[in-house]
């Protein structure tokens, strides 16, 4: 009887093991995608995406020139501890330009890449997210479409979320550190402010602004860019679709678009 007794407890300990080990290896639900939306709108979100951002600007300078710029844009969570993620963000640029350096010029390659690495809590306190961290500049492959220097500075982003809005912004600074010496140092501070509000189908609106400041040479480039957006799946595919216009508000001489068009696709690989 006693065996019989302990048999029957080892067959409901053995049952409910295997059973809290299937529960614990249950994939956590997909996430919806007004979730999605709402972390795609984060620039540092424990979210894996490559975005692929292609702007092209029309009317530039005297000679009316056109330039073509696709933003490879992957950003890679990691997971440090319990406590600390650490957000690394890279902006690829491939140029292609027309009548922008003279008349029947052309120019195409690599722009300046920057890679951001942003330190940030795990958790959001009352809506409220922040990270910062390094930022480098890395050369490009032409002198017409980038500097030729590498640079490293401060980079740093904050942003609250409540109802579907998003309000924040991101901020970073670089000083040339190596490179040609012949050309013009590096001095550099880029401020993006930014606003969304997504509905829970995920389609969003929003808008940012693009400031950067050369303190070397003096001049500041300004652009406003409203967007649309739409979170949608091909398949298992999570994707994000951006569109709308940018427009040039301030330039160095010679170098202001009259206008220009912004469109993105973003892959999103949720965990």
Same mark, same amino acid.
């Given at each position: ?45 424990? +979210?894996?995406? @490559?975005?692929?951002? #292609?702007? !092209?600007? /029309? *009317? ?9 710029? &696709? ?20 902006? +690829?640029?491939? @140029?292609?330009?027309? #009548?922008? !350096?003279? /008349? *029947? ?9 920057? &890679? ?20 480098? +500049? ?134």
């Amino acid at each position: 009887m006693k065996f019989k007794t302990k048999f029957v407890l080892l067959l409901l300990f053995v049952s409910s093991a295997f059973s809290g080990n299937i529960i614990a290896q249950e994939t956590k639900p997909p996430l919806s995608a007004e979730e999605l939306a709402k972390k795609l709108s984060n620039p540092i979100a424990s +979210l894996i995406s @490559v975005p692929f951002q #292609n702007n !092209t600007d /029309i *009317g530039i300078g005297a000679n009316n020139g056109a330039r073509n710029t &696709l933003n490879i844009q992957p950003v890679i969570p990691l997971r440090i501890s319990e406590n600390l993620n650490l957000i690394t963000r890279l902006v +690829l640029p491939v @140029v292609s330009q027309y #009548n922008v !350096t003279g /008349i *029947g010029d052309s120019e195409t390659g690599l722009g300046n890449a920057v &890679l951001s690495a942003f330190f940030s809590p795990s958790d959001s306190k009352g809506g409220l997210t922040w990270g910062a961290g390094p930022v480098f +500049l890395l050369p490009g492959s032409n002198e017409y479409l980038s500097v030729k220097r590498f640079g490293i500075g401060p980079t740093a982003v904050a942003l609250f979320q409540a109802k579907g809005y998003t309000v924040g912004a991101l901020v970073n600074q670089i000083w040339g550190v190596a490179g040609n010496d012949s050309l013009n140092d590096v001095n550099m501070m880029f401020f993006q402010p930014f606003f969304s509000y997504n509905w829970k189908s995920g389609a969003g609106i929003g808008c940012n602004f693009e400031i950067s400041q050369n303190w070397e040479a003096k001049t500041t480039n300004f652009w406003f860019n409203p967007i649309l957006s739409a979170v949608t799946s091909f398949g298992k595919q999570k994707t994000q679709f951006v569109i709308g216009p940018r427009f040039n508000l301030a330039a160095p001489d010679g170098s202001k678009a009259d206008f220009g068009v912004r469109a993105a696709v973003v892959f999103l690989f949720p965990k």
